[in-house]
């Protein structure tokens, strides 16, 4: 039976994700969910109606924001990170793994342990944000894996995130943009220029250069960054919905006019609410290792735990990895890179 | 009598600023207001009811967005930036001037026709953005003036924002983040790690690394970055506020039930607007050149113009040229950094 394994360890609300590991295993009664934490917390949080497809594996030990990832990888070996890495490794039948706890450590051990595809120089971290447009997702490669990329990792990156749609939302030619700081070609420091004439060269759907205004708009499905450049704009676009929404909310108490207001449109701003909140689209998918391995948020939910889920049997059933694996012969030539292999 | 002087070609809505610069005019007799542009369309959006300190500068030719910048500025002499510039550079009693063109042509046609203060590395655009605090309001260093600074750029930029905020919001030691993919020290890019280490030996109330999705907090007065990414964040936020207050004026529509409750909630909400809205605060300041230069959205209206006029006003009473100008001295021992003079 093909499993899906969710790290615990290092997240914020472990009784969260384990909600929606429980969750998880229902919605998909054939496949395995295998959560790996302390045996203890999840025994008391799934309690005795665990569904039968819910396997526990003990780990010991933990990563936390604290430990340097390289150095944690290696020194703890019982910790809930390096034992899911394990058992992704040993056997096909683990089709991916979710984890909630450190960025650096979870994108060190897929690196180090799981491994690159071949022929891909670096793996790239892409989530996805809501937009403007119902239902219309945008997502980010890279949000933080790398922060001084050569130009050619951006080409890879937008291969990569190419067949990531493509897998997940079934949009066969996704819109691709190249994050600058203006939308005319010949605009951006000397990385994104250099990008901008690789992605040219690229058989994609190339929209040329945004602002990050636009990220929302809901034009592009992918959009192109530096992991430093995507991570201010994932990070931007995440607190401002916070804060705008923090200040509309304060407005609705502002008086009692505006209480009454408030109470009548609870339902509309709460369905606004939901549609905003990333926990709905799952983790960031961390692509161009050789399993799929998805990367939540430390504050992990029920909700974002089982679409985490969701989204890896989906791209597992989509046959991403195979996907990227063909066209990484294929795309190393486009970009005219010269790698040498396990570079 | 000193005079600011109100560059109009290029923008969006040229009644508009003429507009502001008539309020400007009149909330500040003590100084002329000089508008720049064509004679015709100012006389007319200015009726038979000008202010006597409202100045008239015609300009018979705009540089455009289309325009590239450094052949712009030195083949149309009688375009109204050009002009503008002339005017500030012919006198002490101009004490500064507002465009709402290009943002290229004004950077550069400052930069070059201007100049920049003596050891001053480059100069640095530093807009406002207001915070979930009520009132206070971040300054960004720099917002897209440089893609691709050296450090000792950046280090020169907190030096100068510093000043810039004294003068005009009144704050003695304001708090200075460096914009980053993380909190931590050694998060960043090798470029941030560089500047980190550089502020962290300047006199300023260095509060270290900070996350985009901490921008708007209201934690600091300043944030640092490289012109690429400062852009992507002042994008970011203003894109996805519009995209949220979008989408709540949606829900507030989506039912009969809802649009009682907005309407109830209209005043509220209004106000909130109007907190959110950048005209508000007035243009971006152009650090580092020898005179004051505000740089206002291009689609300026009576408000932003009105507030950039104010703005140079008070940084002139505060004498922030002077401060820079004194402090570059220093300054430069302080960062390290061996600058050829007029480089």
Do not use: W
């Amino acid at each position: 039976m093909k499993s899906v394994i969710i790290d615990i360890g290092g997240c914020d609300y472990p009784q969260k994700m384990i909600a929606g590991a429980v969750n998880a295993a229902k919605a998909f009664p054939a496949y395995n969910i295998v959560v790996v934490g302390d045996e203890q917390t999840i025994k008391a949080a799934v309690g005795d109606k665990a569904p039968v497809n819910l396997v526990i594996e003990h780990a010991s030990d933990v990563i936390t924001n604290y430990d340097v990832p390289t150095r944690a990888i290696r020194q703890k070996p019982d910790s809930s990170l390096v034992k899911a890495i394990g058992l992704l490794n040993s056997s096909d039948d683990y089709i991916g793994m979710i984890s909630g706890g450190s960025t650096g450590a979870v994108l060190t051990g897929a690196t180090l342990l799981v491994g690159r595809i071949k022929g891909v120089l670096r793996p790239v971290l892409a989530p996805f944000m809501p937009t403007a447009v119902d239902g219309k997702l945008v997502c980010i490669a890279d949000s933080g894996a790398t922060v001084d990329p050569k130009p050619e990792y951006l080409a890879q990156y937008a291969v990569m995130a190419e067949k990531y749609v493509r897998a997940l939302l079934g949009i066969e030619k996704p819109r691709i943009a190249l994050l600058s700081n203006g939308t005319e070609d010949d605009k951006g420091d000397a990385r994104t220029k250099a990008v901008h004439e690789l992605l040219k060269q690229l058989p994609i759907d190339f929209a040329g250069n945004m602002e990050a205004r636009d990220a929302l708009t809901g034009d592009y499905d992918i959009i192109i960054a530096d992991g430093f450049s995507g991570n201010v704009l994932l990070k931007a676009v995440e607190g401002t919905a916070k804060m705008v929404m923090g200040q509309v909310k304060k407005a609705m108490f502002s008086s009692f006019k505006s209480k009454i207001g408030a109470l009548l449109m609870k339902k509309s701003l709460y369905s606004l609410k939901s549609k905003l909140d990333y926990h709905a689209y799952g983790g960031a998918a961390f692509l161009g290792v050789k399993k799929l391995v998805v990367k939540t948020h430390g504050s992990s939910n029920e909700i974002s735990t089982k679409a985490s889920v969701a989204n890896i049997i989906k791209m597992h059933e989509n046959h991403i990895l195979e996907d990227i694996k063909a066209e990484m012969e294929t795309e190393r030539a486009a970009v005219s890179v010269a790698v040498p292999d396990g570079e």
